[in-house]
């Protein structure tokens, strides 16, 4: 079992940058691939980036790749979403979610994983 919670979230100006945080619960947090998720009102949710057990891989959406990047650190058990270069279309909820293993194309569904977090509001204002 493995309990996830994000934090991190906020009001920041188009252009400027934010880290969201992870922190999971429970010892298997390592062994697991995480994932970065996000959900605006009245859409669908939307892959935005993952990261493999090791912290080897990643792989990210193409609306993202470049302006943010994802890291963890099994020793402290959390996940990292450092986003640049900001923009209106990116304010959501942020989700993190922890399955599987490695990384594949089924990274960016939502089924590949088995835990959730409860979300972090992100707003940039244009």
């Known amino acids: 079992q493995v309990h996830l919670v994000e934090s991190g979230g906020g009001l920041v100006q188009a252009g400027g940058s934010l880290r969201l945080s992870c922190a999971a619960s429970?010892?298997?947090?390592?062994?697991?691939?995480m994932g970065w998720f996000r959900q605006a009102p009245g859409k669908e949710r939307e892959f935005v980036g993952a990261?493999?057990?090791?912290?080897?891989?990643?792989y990210y959406a193409t609306s993202v790749k470049g302006r943010f990047t994802i890291s963890r650190d099994n020793a402290k058990n959390t996940v990292y979403l450092q986003m640049n270069s900001l923009k209106s279309e990116d304010t959501a909820v942020y989700y993190c979610?922890?399955?599987?293993?490695?990384?594949?194309?089924?990274?960016?569904?939502?089924?590949?994983?088995?835990?959730w977090g409860q979300g972090t509001q992100v707003t940039v204002s244009s």
């Open positions: 979610g922890a399955g599987g293993r490695e990384l594949s194309i089924r990274s960016r569904y939502g089924e590949s994983y088995d835990y």
């Open positions: 429970g010892r298997t947090f390592s062994r697991y691939a």
């Open positions: 990261i493999s057990w090791s912290g080897g891989s990643t």
